[in-house]
């Protein structure tokens, strides 16, 4: 009686356990990226790693990825870049060859997104970009990658252009990074600046090693202007801000390009954030977008740190347009090309639809930090708080 009540219940637990468990014996979507996890790269690109895992994190929760009506788990696989954009191509190359993943998610930054183009075309895998911003991006073959942002310098340029003009700005002093993409916005903005009513006082570029701005912030000072553009990237982002708060830059209107929406920046500047405007078209208390704040709320509570309303938001965004995409034609590259290319995809900031290669339905926008908060200002239709003049510097 007792072996055949043990065996009895080995086979119900046998039973119970192929029940219970029916996602599990699904094979696993292999899903890879080569991203910055060392390098100078890597304090703003592990960011956005996170926001890949906490999706991936999430769907596996749930019973796993819905691959066209089959739920099956996720297996990221992840290779360090270094943040060297030369060993990007080879790394998703790999990616493709050797691990034979199913689906790609982008490296961090716009050079690393170009190095890799060439494979894409050449396997004819198809990926959504993200963190990847220049008018160069039109020059790409559209059919294998997709790019989410709006942050677009020849579309900026007219558009900061035009909220100055809103704000009465009459003279304005541009520092910009030697970088492409800094250089691409001082070129497009000094365009616009032509018969805007804005006088130029001043233009000045400095070098990406760049170790101080205390010479560059007291020059554009002595200048007094209405506002004030700072074309720069985290670093020296804050090496400009520390500047400018050494040296009680009175400017009302100030533009920080990269870094002000960052959980690190919060912490290094404080209320001197308040006032800052940045580029960035996301923000949670944009109320017509419901994704927006659960989103937020999550990030925060899982990495116990704000995410970035740039880049973090962006790699989100191509989880969401890659899982609707997948859970409507599966894993078949030619239907997952189409499928992106065609539909309009519901994310965290609102809708998204793609011609060409670029999101064509999210208008440029800018932030400003209030109350520590990134709040949309720029344009009037889109805005979650008025803009504000930049306050008198703290201590």
């Keep these: 009686m007792s072996f055949r009540n043990f065996a009895l219940k080995a086979v119900l637990a046998a039973a119970a356990l192929s029940v219970a468990l029916p996602s599990y014996a699904a094979d696993p979507v292999k899903i890879g990226v080569g991203i910055a996890k060392t390098g100078p790269f890597a304090p703003a690109a592990i960011p956005t790693l996170n926001a890949y895992q906490m999706w991936a994190d999430d769907l596996n929760a749930k019973g796993g990825m819905d691959v066209a009506g089959t739920k099956r788990p996720i297996q990221l696989v992840v290779y360090d870049d270094q943040s060297d954009f030369t060993k990007e191509a080879a790394i998703y190359e790999k990616l493709i060859t050797d691990d034979k993943v199913d689906l790609l998610l982008s490296p961090y930054a716009t050079p690393f997104h170009f190095a890799i183009v060439g494979v894409l075309e050449r396997y004819k895998f198809p990926m959504v970009g993200s963190t990847a911003a220049s008018v160069q991006l039109r020059t790409i073959k559209p059919g294998n ?9 020849d579309k900026m340029g007219p558009e900061l252009v035009s909220l100055m003009k809103k704000q009465g700005v009459k003279t304005v002093s541009i520092s910009t990074l030697q970088s492409p993409f800094a250089q691409e916005m001082e070129k ?22 760049v170790k101080d701005m205390t010479s560059i912030v007291s020059a554009i000072k002595k200048e007094q202007p209405d506002a004030v553009l700072s074309l720069s990237f985290p670093a020296d982002s804050i090496l400009f801000m520390k500047a400018a708060r050494e040296q009680g830059l009175t400017a009302p209107f100030q533009f920080v390009l990269v870094g002000p929406t960052a959980d ?13 405007m940045t580029m960035g078209h996301w923000s949670p208390y944009q109320t017509k977008w419901p994704k927006g704040m659960p989103f937020f709320e999550a990030y925060s509570k899982k990495f ?12 989100y965004m191509s989880c969401e347009i890659t899982e609707a995409a997948v859970a409507k034609v599966g894993l078949d590259k030619e239907k997952l090309r189409k499928e992106i290319s065609s539909t309009t995809f519901d994310t965290i900031d609102g809708p998204v639809k793609f011609t060409g290669v670029e999101n064509s339905t999210t208008p440029t926008m800018f932030l400003q930090i209030q109350d520590g908060k990134p709040q949309i200002v720029w344009p009037p239709k889109e805005e979650t708080a008025p803009f504000q003049k930049k306050g008198p510097w703290v201590n």
């Design 145 to 153: 990658i997709w790019f989410p942002t709006s942050a677009i310098p």
């Design 188 to 209: 497009y903005v000094k365009a616009a600046l032509t018969d805007s009513g804005i006088k130029l006082l001043s233009s000045q570029q400095y070098a990406m090693d």
């Design 264 to 276: 690190f920046f919060g912490k290094i500047f404080g209320k001197n954030l308040d006032g800052v």
């Design 304 to 315: 116990n740190q704000a995410p970035d309303y740039l880049d973090v938001a962006l790699a």
